[in-house]
């Protein structure tokens, strides 16, 4: 499974972006599928996680109410919508695909592939 990110760049706090990960084969209906984050000196975080199931979808705190991720299983992608981004969101986003489950979808061990990253800069 080959993960590929894209859609970073660079925007003012305040405004928004919508990142893709698309997949190499049918992923997302086999895998739980996760976003996450790396700041420049931390370590990286949870962002957003949809299960296997397709049920509903997880937000970090940090994030609710300002980003959402979806999934579009015929396009072999998932994105994700964030909005009134602020400068702590700052980082590289990768996304991820793994045989997480409810309880661990928060846990970058869960996920065994990962996308390359893509560069999310929000200047204040």
């Known amino acids: 499974v080959q993960l590929q990110a894209s859609g970073g760049g660079l925007v003012q706090a305040g405004g928004s972006l919508r990142l893709s990960c698309a997949a190499s084969?049918?992923?997302?209906?086999?895998?739980?599928v996760g976003w996450f984050r790396q700041a420049p000196g931390k370590e990286r975080e949870f962002v957003a996680a949809?299960?296997?199931?397709?049920?509903?979808?997880y937000h970090a705190e940090a994030v609710r109410g300002r980003f959402t991720m979806s999934r579009d299983n015929a396009k072999n992608t998932v994105y994700l919508q964030m909005n009134s981004l602020k400068p702590e969101d700052t980082a590289v986003y990768y996304c991820?695909?793994?045989?997480?489950?409810?309880?661990?979808?928060?846990?970058?061990?869960?996920?065994?592939?990962w996308g390359h990253g893509t560069q999310v800069t929000v200047s204040s």
């Open positions: 991820a695909a793994g045989r997480a489950i409810a309880s661990t979808l928060a846990t970058i061990g869960s996920y065994n592939y």
């Open positions: 084969e049918r992923t997302y209906s086999r895998y739980a």
């Open positions: 949809i299960p296997m199931s397709g049920g509903r979808t």
